[in-house]
């Protein structure tokens, strides 16, 4: 069973990332190192990582605070709004920072109509500034996740205890708090940082002159005569990406783990009470209430923006569905229209989620039965194609199964297998999450009754994991529909699928539109996701009851 989900693996993973290697030039690399702006793009694309992860945990660390310590009526709504954008495609929020902050966007227009002001006074986008602040909004909601987590995992004994002590809330929180949060701050910091170095859809839309060497890579790519260089710049930025994260795991074993303490009780919850509350929560109300805002805004802006021509203020000027007939009227080349684009893009994430979820169930069976380093390293191996370039390995897919011995090119199925590469690390956390669940009394009862491997994980396992299975399809199926990097790198002619059908509508000035399309992806994602949550609450309900 090992072995299928490491052939899986390499087949998916490896096999690209070492023909992508096999493609690369010592030559081109000296001559690339030497280049001033390839290296004016390498400090840019560290420069505007480390500038998207620092304000994006310092936000995220109040909130965090604030939802793990207090409990109120519409905690559940609050959450479920400041989580949204995280389920959004990339592509989203850039077209949500044009809506809000272009020269005719909703700000502007806002502050010239309150302040007569002939100009527009905010001039944003298509600068580094632009893509940190849409890398801030799309990842406060990451930072969240995971400082929340580490917040509610405090040992509430350590505080009482100090608090009793005479320490000062201060001193609590740096001498008491902070040591066990180290862990959950060095998670969210690290993904956040490897994602915005990998990042590509948000400089592409709205970086303008500043790029970052996926963008750079993807445009050399894309020339005549310049893969070699590609190839050479993905390997040089795989070579990075390792040395992250040999860095990263050095210093979680040998500095984060003896910092952490026991965490024998919880961080204890209070009931929000503005009336009765200090001046300090208050003010962390008040700060939670705003950072909701920044998250819910840009998503409330592409969907008003669908149905609505313009705004007052904020608000939309009356119900409209010009934007959409407009984009079921819009032809995008090759006689491609709305409806061509809707199919294949449902075609595709239909099949993606079949295939991830097959090869998910294999894999996460591996890892839940495995004992030892083998289960940490194939549990490792499985989530590695997230912190992988994904322009690294569309040229690697593009080399080995669309121009190599498939010759998938233009065809949907090759989009279909390389969502699968990024979607297949999600749904075999899931799935192995439900695996690890199930009453083991059950699988022992079975095979006493005589009951093979096989019959008990058909008869008494499978049943058990159903509604997990059913969520990761739907998680699948969504982050299948949302997907841009692959999506660009593999249109053609006659293949595109609703994100690239996004970018072109940009390209083209066409935000009403865009606006349209992108929120029927929107409400495709949210739908699925809520119904994936709902399923996976079932699952561990019935399989909670069958323990």
């Given at each position: 069973?090992?072995?299928?989900?490491?052939?899986?693996?390499?087949?998916?993973?490896?096999?690209?990332?070492?023909?992508?290697?096999?493609?690369?030039?010592?030559?081109?690399?000296?001559?690339?190192?030497?280049?001033?702006?390839?290296?004016?793009?390498?400090?840019?694309?560290?420069?505007?990582?480390?500038?998207?992860?620092?304000?994006?945990?310092?936000?995220?660390?109040?909130?965090?605070?604030?939802?793990?310590?207090?409990?109120?009526?519409?905690?559940?709504?609050?959450r479920a709004v400041?989580?949204?954008?995280?389920?959004?495609?990339?592509?989203?929020?850039?077209?949500?920072?044009?809506?809000?902050?272009?020269?005719?966007?909703?700000?502007?227009?806002?502050?010239?109509?309150v302040f007569g002001?002939?100009?527009?006074?905010?001039?944003?986008?298509?600068?580094?500034?632009?893509?940190?602040?849409?890398?801030?909004?799309?990842?406060?909601?990451?930072?969240?996740?995971?400082?929340?987590?580490?917040?509610?995992?405090?040992?509430?004994?350590?505080?009482?205890?100090?608090?009793?002590?005479?320490?000062?809330?201060?001193?609590?929180?740096?001498?008491?708090?902070?040591?066990?949060?180290?862990?959950?701050?060095?998670?969210?910091?690290?993904?956040?940082?490897?994602?915005?170095?990998?990042?590509?859809?948000?400089?592409?839309?709205?970086?303008?002159?500043?790029?970052?060497?996926?963008?750079?890579?993807?445009?050399?790519?894309?020339?005549?005569?310049?893969?070699?260089?590609?190839?050479?710049?993905?390997?040089?930025?795989?070579?990075?990406?390792?040395?992250?994260?040999?860095?990263?795991?050095?210093?979680?074993?040998?500095?984060?783990?003896?910092?952490?303490?026991?965490?024998?009780?919880?961080?204890?919850?209070?009931?929000?009470?503005?009336?009765?509350?200090?001046?300090?929560?208050?003010?962390?109300?008040?700060?939670?209430?705003?950072?909701?805002?920044?998250?819910?805004?840009?998503?409330?802006?592409?969907?008003?923006?669908?149905?609505?021509?313009?705004?007052?203020?904020?608000?939309?000027?009356?119900?409209?569905?010009?934007?959409?007939?407009?984009?079921?009227?819009?032809?995008?080349?090759?006689?491609?229209?709305?409806?061509?684009?809707?199919?294949?893009?449902?075609?595709?994430?239909?099949?993606?989620?079949?295939?991830?979820?097959?090869?998910?169930?294999?894999?996460?069976?591996?890892?839940?039965?495995?004992?030892?380093?083998?289960?940490?390293?194939?549990?490792?191996?499985?989530?590695?194609?997230?912190?992988?370039?994904?322009?690294?390995?569309?040229?690697?897919?593009?080399?080995?199964?669309?121009?190599?011995?498939?010759?998938?090119?233009?065809?949907?199925?090759?989009?279909?297998?390389?969502?699968?590469?990024?979607?297949?690390?999600?749904?075999?956390?899931?799935?192995?999450?439900?695996?690890?669940?199930?009453?083991?009394?059950?699988?022992?009862?079975?095979?006493?009754?005589?009951?093979?491997?096989?019959?008990?994980?058909?008869?008494?396992?499978?049943p058990l994991i159903?509604?997990?299975?059913?969520?990761?399809?739907?998680?699948?199926?969504?982050?299948?529909?949302?997907?841009?990097?692959?999506?660009?790198?593999?249109?053609?002619?006659?293949?595109?699928?609703?994100?690239?059908?996004?970018?072109?509508?940009?390209?083209?000035?066409?935000?009403?539109?865009?606006?349209?399309?992108?929120?029927?992806?929107?409400?495709?994602?949210?739908?699925?996701?809520?119904?994936?949550?709902?399923?996976?609450?079932?699952?561990?309900?019935?399989?909670?009851?069958?323990?």
């Amino acid at each position: 069973m090992e072995a299928l989900s490491v052939s899986v693996l390499g087949l998916l993973f490896l096999a690209p990332l070492v023909s992508i290697a096999q493609g690369a030039s010592l030559e081109s690399l000296a001559e690339l190192l030497t280049d001033p702006y390839l290296l004016r793009v390498i400090a840019n694309t560290f420069l505007q990582a480390v500038l998207s992860t620092v304000p994006a945990v310092l936000a995220a660390l109040p909130l965090a605070y604030f939802f793990a310590r207090y409990e109120f009526r519409l905690s559940s709504l609050a959450r479920a709004v400041l989580l949204a954008p995280f389920f959004a495609p990339a592509f989203a929020a850039a077209q949500a920072f044009l809506i809000m902050y272009g020269k005719t966007g909703v700000i502007n227009t806002l502050l010239m109509q309150v302040f007569g002001l002939a100009e527009p006074p905010v001039s944003l986008l298509y600068s580094l500034q632009a893509v940190v602040l849409a890398h801030v909004f799309y990842y406060v909601p990451l930072a969240f996740t995971a400082l929340e987590a580490g917040f509610a995992s405090i040992d509430q004994d350590l505080i009482d205890a100090a608090r009793s002590l005479g320490a000062s809330e201060w001193r609590i929180l740096r001498k008491v708090m902070f040591p066990q949060l180290a862990p959950s701050l060095a998670a969210s910091g690290t993904l956040i940082f490897v994602f915005s170095f990998l990042t590509f859809a948000t400089p592409l839309l709205i970086g303008g002159s500043f790029t970052t060497l996926e963008v750079e890579t993807y445009f050399y790519w894309s020339r005549f005569g310049g893969w070699t260089t590609a190839k050479t710049l993905s390997t040089l930025q795989l070579g990075l990406n390792l040395i992250f994260v040999l860095a990263i795991f050095l210093a979680r074993e040998r500095v984060l783990q003896p910092r952490m303490l026991a965490k024998a009780g919880g961080l204890a919850r209070n009931r929000l009470s503005l009336l009765c509350g200090s001046l300090a929560v208050k003010a962390l109300t008040l700060y939670a209430l705003l950072l909701i805002a920044f998250e819910a805004l840009p998503i409330y802006f592409i969907f008003a923006s669908g149905f609505s021509q313009g705004f007052y203020l904020i608000f939309p000027l009356g119900a409209s569905i010009e934007n959409f007939q407009r984009l079921f009227s819009f032809t995008f080349g090759a006689r491609v229209t709305v409806l061509d684009s809707m199919g294949q893009s449902i075609a595709i994430a239909a099949l993606a989620a079949l295939l991830s979820v097959s090869a998910s169930l294999l894999t996460a069976y591996s890892i839940a039965y495995s004992k030892g380093r083998a289960r940490s390293l194939l549990s490792a191996a499985t989530v590695a194609p997230l912190a992988v370039s994904r322009i690294a390995l569309a040229m690697g897919l593009y080399t080995i199964y669309g121009a190599g011995v498939l010759r998938l090119y233009g065809s949907w199925e090759l989009l279909a297998l390389s969502h699968l590469v990024v979607i297949y690390p999600l749904t075999t956390r899931l799935i192995e999450s439900a695996l690890i669940r199930v009453d083991p009394d059950l699988i022992d009862a079975a095979s006493t009754a005589g009951a093979s491997r096989l019959y008990t994980f058909l008869r008494v396992e499978l049943p058990l994991i159903g509604p997990s299975l059913a969520a990761a399809s739907l998680i699948a199926f969504a982050s299948s529909i949302g997907e841009f990097t692959f999506a660009l790198f593999f249109a053609t002619g006659g293949l595109q699928t609703m994100p690239v059908s996004v970018e072109r509508l940009l390209d083209s000035r066409q935000l009403g539109p865009a606006s349209a399309m992108t929120s029927l992806i929107l409400a495709v994602i949210f739908v699925s996701a809520l119904a994936a949550n709902l399923l996976a609450k079932r699952s561990l309900g019935g399989l909670t009851y069958g323990a």
